[in-house]
């Protein structure tokens, strides 16, 4: 049976080169019918903390990668011990002080990667590895070789960074007398002008992704285009689609290119597509926290407001700042706008409209623009003269949805004192 394992580090939270091996191990296992196993690599008892731990579990969970089995080095430090000690006890290893060392083969060591076809490496260039350190710890290659073994993994699948380990744990391998898995090293993600990926470029832990808004699905989504296609110039796919169209060999040898505007538009598909009830759901703590909304707060409102503007937002990030005049009056109104839009020529009609408005029942969309066409034709001017100002006084903002929708959401208390407040 194919058993893959996704091996992070506590050391930091879960970053999005991390997140994409998880998923392509995610995938293959299940494209295969096998087995995915979780193994937390903190033997750097220094470093490895409890906070990055949760964030990393929390964080898989959430992009929906779940694990079949689940271990942490920290509890198998006698395993590596004992295995050290077999490899001294056959003579195969030695010790430098306290220290257990593992001279490498004298012989050219060659693998095949699944991605990038024959690998070969002169054991010259590497020197005799450290097994176990002097403080009674292992090293993340042994440790690496004993677990994968134990664990029976049968394909190892990271990064490329990783490819220069890989013949040094082959001579581990090999002198426990373990099979050597196969390997398939993921191209590294760069920035869209091939650099190293920064926080500006992308390079932010999943937990930042999700407080900003973005949907787990679209993430996902976004991660598997980084170095693999579906095909036929296909963009959007689910997860459980992706895994039956999941080949290995597809994934592509060149380092894949982040671009943060493909992960927006993607984004906004996905945010598309949701129920206007489901959608709102997944607002109400964003706007919660920033005190916009409470408990008490009326939940058919923020679907009616989710339904103008689902189609207008990339991120929740986008929706909280273009919605925020409906939950508050605390909004200012650009000058260049004032200036242009609420000059005394035209809110001189506020007054008038108000008045018109404070009898509107229903309050709803359909009404109000009855009201306000009936009352620029009295006016004797044209609609477009009145809308824009209009918009600009109840909103802030020059765009938006229908007028006449956004007033419906707004509501009459807050139409009316916003219009009476500009005259």
């Known amino acids: 049976m194919v058993k893959v394992r996704f091996a992070p580090s506590p050391t930091g939270f879960l970053h999005i080169g991390g997140a994409r091996t998880a998923l392509f191990n995610f995938l293959y296992a299940r494209a295969q019918g096998g087995a995915f196993v979780l193994r937390i690599e903190d033997t750097d008892m220094e470093r490895s903390k409890q906070e990055y731990l949760e964030e990393i579990l929390e964080s898989m969970r959430w992009l929906g990668f779940a694990w079949d089995e689940f271990y942490k080095q920290s509890d198998r430090f006698d395993l590596y011990r004992n295995h050290a000690k077999q490899l001294l006890d056959s003579g195969k290893a030695y010790k430098d002080g306290e220290a257990v060392l593992l001279p490498m083969p004298q012989a050219e060591i060659k693998f095949f990667d699944l991605i990038r076809g024959e690998v070969a490496f002169d054991p010259a260039t590497i020197k005799d590895q450290v097994l176990m350190k002097s403080d009674g710890s292992p090293t993340y290659s042994f440790a690496c070789v004993v677990d994968d073994s134990l664990m029976e993994i049968t394909h190892v699948i990271r990064g490329e960074d990783h490819i220069s380990n890989t013949p040094k744990q082959i001579a581990i391998y090999q002198a426990l007398g373990f099979k050597v898995p196969k390997f398939a090293h993921l191209p590294l993600i760069m920035d869209e002008e091939g650099g190293r990926m920064s926080k500006r470029t992308g390079a ?41 169209k999941f080949s290995i060999k597809k994934i592509n040898k ?136 209009v918009r600009v006084a109840l909103t802030g903002s020059d765009v938006g949805p229908g007028l006449f929708e956004t007033m419906e959401a707004l509501g009459k208390e807050k139409t009316l004192k916003r219009l009476r407040a500009i005259f």
């Open 204 to 244: 932010t832990a999943v937990s930042d992704y999700r407080k900003n808004g973005f949907l787990p699905e679209a993430l996902v989504n976004y991660l598997m285009l980084l170095g693999w296609s579906p095909g036929e110039n296909q963009e959007m796919i689910s997860l459980e689609s992706a895994i039956k």
């Open 254 to 389: 060149a380092a894949a290119a982040f671009n943060m505007d493909k992960l927006h538009w993607l984004n906004a598909q996905y945010l598309k597509q949701k129920s206007d009830e489901d959608l709102a759901v997944f607002v109400a703590p964003f706007l919660k926290e920033r005190g916009l909304i409470d408990e008490n707060s009326d939940s058919q409102r923020l679907k009616t407001i989710v339904h103008l503007y689902k189609n207008r937002m990339a991120d929740i990030e986008e929706f909280v700042e273009r919605t925020r005049y409906f939950f508050t009056d605390d909004f200012s109104v650009p000058e260049g706008l004032r200036s242009e839009n609420l000059t005394p020529d035209k809110v001189r009609y506020f007054s008038g409209l108000s008045d018109r408005l404070q009898s509107v029942e229903p309050f709803d969309a359909v009404k109000t623009e009855e009201a306000f066409r009936l009352f620029v034709d009295q006016a004797g001017i044209k609609t477009a003269e009145l809308v824009h100002p």
